[in-house]
């Protein structure tokens, strides 16, 4: 158990409003990543993160911004919802210092946008 | 581009085994995870090949052939709680990790 945590779980919303989903953990991991699955795709990164402050864009950014001021929380937040954002939003940390660590994942957080 | 390709569904039957393939195409090449999702659950990790060859965990192997941009996960003595998908990821030039859609895997009585 790599100790992470997401919040909310589940949540909808109405589009246009603005979305900030958490990630948490405990154990102090320098890697932080934030992905959206979706059906017939594979996991997509949307944003990660190699310390406090220091983030950068991953595949499909657009649209969504994150924010990294502990060590411990990583923030994703939707600036204005849209219906294409509808998805499954999952969290992952990887352990170690090294670039090609495992990474393991939050239990994920479903977000509806209607 | 970049592409990961593998079945997007199997059966098989309980006490059997299975081999799922994974062909991929990347920009550079850092190493080849296998993960397990259940549905409605988060990925949880299977296994990593870096080098040419099998590795194995117990009733889980997994093949690598960097040559020709494939890998496949083994799993013997198959149980029901093994119903569940199986998602190929390779980690690429920048060090991210470029996914599979992942196989649906059906486990028969």
């Known amino acids: 158990d790599a100790g992470i945590t997401q919040s909310p779980r589940h949540k909808v919303t109405e589009t246009g409003t603005p979305v900030t989903l958490r990630c948490h953990q405990t154990e102090n991991h320098r890697y932080m990543y934030w992905y959206r699955q979706d059906p017939g795709h594979g996991l997509r990164l949307i944003h990660y993160s190699y310390g406090v402050k220091d983030t950068d864009k991953g595949e499909v950014s657009d649209g969504y911004s994150v924010s990294r001021s502990k060590t411990e929380d990583f923030l994703l937040t939707l600036e204005s919802a849209t219906s294409s954002q509808t998805s499954v939003y999952f969290c992952?940390?990887?352990?170690?210092?090294?670039?090609?660590?495992?990474?393991?994942f939050g239990p994920g957080t479903r977000l509806t946008v209607l | 581009g970049q592409n990961i390709d593998q079945p997007t569904e199997m059966t098989a039957t309980e006490g059997a085994i299975v081999q799922i393939n994974c062909t991929y195409q990347?920009?550079?090449?850092?190493?080849l995870f296998w993960y397990q999702q259940h549905a409605g659950e988060a990925p949880t990790f299977l296994s990593y090949?870096?080098l040419d060859g099998l590795e194995e965990k117990g009733r889980f192997s997994s093949f690598l052939s960097r040559s020709k941009g494939y890998s496949y996960l083994l799993l013997k003595e198959l149980q029901m709680k093994d119903s569940a998908s199986y998602l190929c990821?390779?980690?690429?030039?920048?060090?991210?990790?470029?996914w599979g859609a992942g196989t649906k895997l059906i486990i028969k009585p």
């Open positions: 992952a940390i990887s352990e170690g210092t090294s670039d090609t660590d495992t990474q393991y």
């Open positions: 990821a390779v980690m690429d030039s920048n060090y991210q990790l470029i």
């Open positions: 090949n870096v």
């Open positions: 990347t920009s550079g090449f850092n190493g």
